[in-house]
């Protein structure tokens, strides 16, 4: 069974930085891809960052250069580094495990993060 808990969010004014990390229970932590995704009030949840267990990122273009996302293998951790945020990207954002080997997904319960103008 694996759990994923998301920290870090919060309120932050536009230019801020925020650090959210995501910790994973489970023995497949490791051989997964790990992704954060983000929902804004009336959107759809979208991609913000992928990372293979090799390392591989991904991002969304509208987070490039200022997001980066990171994970830790020996302690479960997922993080991803937000800098230079905008009031866009107000959102909950969530946590996500995916298994390739047989289609298994985790979602954690979402952290709030909220950017001031």
């Known amino acids: 069974q694996v759990q994923l808990v998301e920290s870090g969010g919060g309120l932050v004014q536009a230019g801020g930085s925020l650090r959210l990390s995501c910790a994973a229970s489970?023995?497949?932590?490791?051989?997964?891809?790990m992704g954060w995704y983000r929902q804004a009030p009336g959107k759809q949840r979208e991609l913000v960052a992928s990372i293979t267990r090799g390392g591989s990122t991904n991002y969304a273009d509208s987070v490039k250069g200022r997001f980066t996302i990171s994970r830790d293998n020996t302690r479960n951790l997922l993080h991803l580094q937000m800098n230079s945020l905008k009031p866009e990207d107000t959102a909950v954002y969530y946590c996500?495990?995916?298994?390739?080997?047989?289609?298994?997904?985790?979602w954690g319960q979402g952290t709030l993060v909220t950017v001031s103008s």
């Open positions: 996500n495990l995916y298994y390739p080997l047989n289609a298994f997904n985790a």
């Open positions: 489970g023995r497949i932590f490791s051989i997964s891809v």
